[in-house]
């Protein structure tokens, strides 16, 4: 698939088009659908910034490249004056007081957004079935789950009822369902954009993702929003990656893979057939490819979920119903917390606080919490040894298929595992992209920190290639 934006981009310029009929188009769509994706519609918003584009093109004044383009955005991140749900009933009549950074930089650069999208409440699952606004059906095959987290914005763009969407991934919530849609999600190096006004889930590996039909797409929204904020610390200044150079691939040379992700028990025998043959297909292109040692997903799993319910209980605890959210009143402050809490939050949601405090209390956090927090430091390690000797690290997204609507919520210890492949790169903070090319639910392309250009250059390359 090329470039939307560049496509529309000249429809607006040349006048085939006019941006108010592109903005109600993509509105019908959104408000028609079927697959749940809608949390709310921006319309009113959108189509006034449609008219101001469509007046600049009429005087003749020149636009940007993402002016008038229109975008979706998780229902996550603050955008000043918009319900900001989390898709959650604590938060189901919350108003955003301000923007979130990425999003305001998009606004900047002129782009539309016209929905706030369905999604896992705060981030919490890998299916988008936690939601309170039912859940999302898969693009292609809707009796399957749309994949989590940001499973609203994957299907969107899928369905063209968005030309991008601005997604969030912890542990794999951009990358996952951008698999199990077959389009393009990039979870970048951690702190190249800022999550200033992203509902915080778990902090450490928290990002900010683009999701989109094409390599040049991710790339022109990845330039826009990416930067260092003061109002997030671990942000850091990054280079403008150029069109020209994600072309060619002479500097990989070598590329590897986990050996155990492919000989798992777990990994579908056609998922598995079709990873092997692709990396059949890189080497007979003259790339070495070697197969690396990694930790056992279950490892992976449960460092990663230590961590994150450990964060994230400690994030929503200021979800209290004084400070935040929909308040149940009962007979003292105490009681008020707790059934506000009870009744508010999801039973996943629940599980995932009950599970982050049992591992932060003491008697536990010393074997427990520190435990993976010492994990995680030997994970990134083994990561950076990796990157010593290979320039990309590829992987299949998941081990399996989308499973049917309903089954991920029977069995929760079975959804996290389902994760095996995305949290590990998560917690080594790496630019990770999934491409819809390699097996059923695409190929995740890794490469060492803030090397976000290399990965886009491999996408390019496999895109060539397979
Ligand atoms: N499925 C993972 C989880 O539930 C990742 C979610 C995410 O990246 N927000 O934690």
């Not at 957004?113 to 999604?119: D, G, H, I, M």
């Not at 400690?314 to 929909?326: A, F, P």
């Not at 030997?378 to 298929?401: A, G, H, Q, R, Y």
Request: net charge negative; proline share 3%; hydrophobic share 35%.
């Amino acid at each position: 698939m090329d470039s939307q934006i560049h496509k529309i981009h000249q429809q607006l310029v040349n006048k085939e088009i006019t941006c108010t009929q592109l903005v109600n188009d993509k509105l019908g769509l959104l408000k028609q659908n079927t697959h749940n994706t809608v949390n709310s519609l921006l319309d009113t918003l959108a189509l006034d910034l449609a008219k101001k584009v469509d007046q600049k093109i009429a005087n003749g004044e020149t636009i940007g490249l993402l002016e008038g383009i229109p975008f979706g955005i998780k229902d996550v991140y603050m955008v000043q004056g918009t319900i900001t749900t989390a898709s959650s009933n604590l938060l189901k009549n919350y108003k955003s007081a301000y923007t979130a950074t990425a999003i305001q930089k998009l606004l900047d650069a002129g782009a539309i957004p016209l929905v706030k999208e369905n999604c896992d409440s705060f981030g919490h699952g890998s299916s988008s079935e936690n939601t309170i606004f039912g859940a999302v059906k898969n693009a292609i095959n809707p009796e399957l789950v749309a994949g989590g987290s940001s499973g609203g914005s994957a299907v969107n763009v899928a369905k063209d009822y968005t030309v991008f969407s601005i997604g969030g991934d912890t542990g794999g919530s951009v990358r996952q369902p951008a698999g199990y849609n077959t389009i393009y999600g990039l979870k970048p190096t951690y702190g190249r954009i800022s999550r200033y006004g992203l509902m915080a889930y778990a902090s450490s590996t928290d990002c900010v993702g683009p999701i989109a039909k094409s390599i040049e797409d991710i790339r022109i929204v990845l330039n826009t929003i990416s930067g260092k904020d003061v109002k997030d610390q671990t942000t850091y200044a990054s280079a403008e990656i150029e069109q020209s150079s994600i072309l060619n691939i002479e500097h990989i040379k070598t590329i590897g893979y986990f050996k155990n992700f492919v000989e798992s028990d777990a990994i579908a025998p056609e998922i598995k057939a079709a990873f092997l043959n692709t990396i059949e297909k890189i080497k007979a292109k003259g790339i070495a490819v070697k197969a690396l040692d990694f930790f056992e997903s279950n490892t992976l799993v449960s460092t990663y979920y230590t961590l994150a319910m450990a964060e994230t209980a400690s994030n929503l605890s200021r979800l209290d119903g004084i400070n935040y959210g929909e308040r149940v009143e009962a007979e003292n402050l105490k009681e008020t917390y707790s059934v506000t809490r009870s009744e508010n939050l999801s039973e996943e949601t629940k599980r995932r606080i009950v599970g982050g405090n049992q591992v932060l209390s003491q008697g536990f956090s010393d074997e427990i919490y520190l435990k993976g927090l010492a994990l995680r430091d030997e994970i990134s390690k083994n990561f950076e040894n990796d990157f010593n000797e290979v320039d990309i690290i590829l992987s299949p997204v998941t081990p399996n298929t989308p499973p049917k609507i309903g089954d991920s919520l029977k069995d929760p210890h079975a959804m996290y595992l389902s994760d095996a492949y995305t949290v590990g790169f998560s917690l080594g903070q790496l630019p990770t992209l999934t491409v819809p090319q390699g097996t059923a639910t695409g190929l995740q392309i890794s490469a060492a920190k803030n090397n976000d250009e290399l990965v886009l250059k491999f996408a390019n390359f496999l895109k060539d290639t397979l």
